[in-house]
């Protein structure tokens, strides 16, 4: 059988931050998505990165099984869900091996689309990028009602997710845009936690070698009264919110 062929940006072999335990990273290629504070802007283009199998993979994740065996292996980007099939067989051979599979997503997808990548999905890392439509689309240049209708159908299957949310300050930070999210979170029956992930600017060396307007140029890191500020709004919901390393 021939081997399923996708597009990746890079991998990362001791992973600490996406999902629990340490863990290999694939970060694909292509994103529909055109955030504001985007740390991987160079992973944007569907046509650039580099073209690879998933036998490939899978003998990379084999090198660090010993490693990672009490953590797993998170498909990142990106957005994963642009290749779903390649996804999917990665999750696949992954659990032929006994690894747990996360999918880290906008959830900028057909829910269809992603169906069968969600059957072999342990935990997903669900980004909501803001609540209010209107600011939402402000960071990512797209609507928010393909991501709202992803985190129902998630809760409604209970596949079990991380909700995470990057606090930019004068930006996401908005506070009425917080308390409607932790409203909308409280909703989900599936949610283990919710991290809130601090603005910083380590990605903006990147947008300046692409030739890219980096609007957030004066846009200062989010502070830790800030982050406590908002953790604080969604644990009187009820939610199990934590700060988390930042984008």
């Given at each position: 059988m021939i081997s399923q062929i996708g597009r990746i940006h890079s991998i990362e072999t001791f992973g600490t931050v996406d999902g629990p335990g340490i863990r290999f990273i694939v970060f694909t290629q292509g994103c529909p998505l055109r955030c504001l504070y985007?740390?991987?802007?160079?992973?944007?283009?569907?046509?650039?990165?580099?073209?690879?199998?998933?036998?490939?993979?899978?003998?990379?994740?084999?090198?660090c099984k010993s490693f990672i065996r009490k953590g797993g292996v998170t498909v990142s980007g990106g957005e994963p869900l642009m290749q779903p099939e390649f996804?999917?067989?990665?999750?696949?051979?992954?659990?032929?091996?006994?690894?747990?599979?996360a999918l880290?997503?906008?959830?900028?997808?057909?829910?269809?689309?992603?169906?069968?990548?969600?059957?072999?999905?342990?935990l997903v890392l669900l980004d909501i990028k803001s609540y209010k439509p209107e600011l939402f689309y402000q960071v990512t240049h797209v609507s928010i009602e393909t991501t709202l209708a992803?985190?129902?159908?998630?809760?409604?299957?209970?596949?079990?997710?991380?909700?995470r949310f990057v606090l930019v300050p004068h930006l996401t930070d908005?506070?009425?845009?917080?308390?409607?999210?932790?409203?909308?979170?409280?909703?989900?029956e599936n949610v283990e936690r919710?991290?809130?992930?601090?603005f910083h600017k380590m990605g903006e060396y990147k947008w300046e070698q692409l030739g890219l307007p980096y609007t957030l140029r004066d846009t200062p890191p989010a502070s830790p009264e800030l982050v406590a500020q908002a953790i604080a709004i969604f644990k009187q919901r009820g939610i199990n919110a934590i700060g988390a390393v930042g984008v």
């Open positions: 985007c740390h991987n802007p160079d992973c944007r283009n569907t046509h650039d990165g580099k073209e690879v199998t998933v036998d490939y993979l899978i003998s990379e994740i084999k090198k996804t999917k067989e990665i999750f696949r051979r992954c659990h032929e091996m006994g690894l747990h599979t880290d997503t906008s959830g900028y997808c057909a829910i269809d689309v992603a169906k069968s990548v969600l059957e072999e999905t342990d992803m985190a129902r159908y998630l809760s409604d299957i209970n596949k079990p997710a991380w909700i908005d506070l009425e845009n917080i308390q409607q999210l932790a409203d909308f979170v409280a909703t989900l919710l991290e809130v992930l601090p």
